[in-house]
């Protein structure tokens, strides 16, 4: 059983928006801090917006009022809205928690 799986990426013009989600297994995210990385081509990975488990959200200069990490207790999954998408966002974002990953859902930027 995979315990993380992310969803929700794809191909968005500059400007444009996209959900992320992680749906968790074997985790409770309502306990668990959750992070949302990113890894663009030749960079290292990043932290892009984090959440803990009291529900406190934190986020990268770069993306702030731009993303939005959220939780669906219920649903056990975690998600990252991006809006107003730039080439610069383009990147493999990976789901975390307590060290283990995701497998990684690309995002591409691009008119």
């Known amino acids: 059983q995979v315990p993380l799986v992310e969803s929700g990426g794809g191909l968005v013009p500059p400007g444009g928006s996209l959900t992320l989600s992680c749906t968790a297994s074997?985790?409770?995210?309502?306990?668990?801090?959750m992070a949302w990385y990113r890894q663009a081509p030749g960079k290292e990975r990043e932290l892009v917006a984090s959440i803990t488990s009291g529900g406190r959200m934190n986020y990268v200069d770069s993306v702030k009022g731009r993303f939005t990490i959220s939780r669906d207790i219920p649903k056990n999954t975690v998600y990252l809205q991006m809006d107003r998408l730039n080439p610069e966002d383009r990147a493999v974002y990976y789901c975390?928690?307590?060290?283990?990953w995701g497998q990684g859902t690309q995002v591409t930027v691009s008119s």
């Open positions: 074997g985790i409770v995210v309502a306990l668990s801090p």
């Open positions: 975390w928690e307590d060290a283990k």
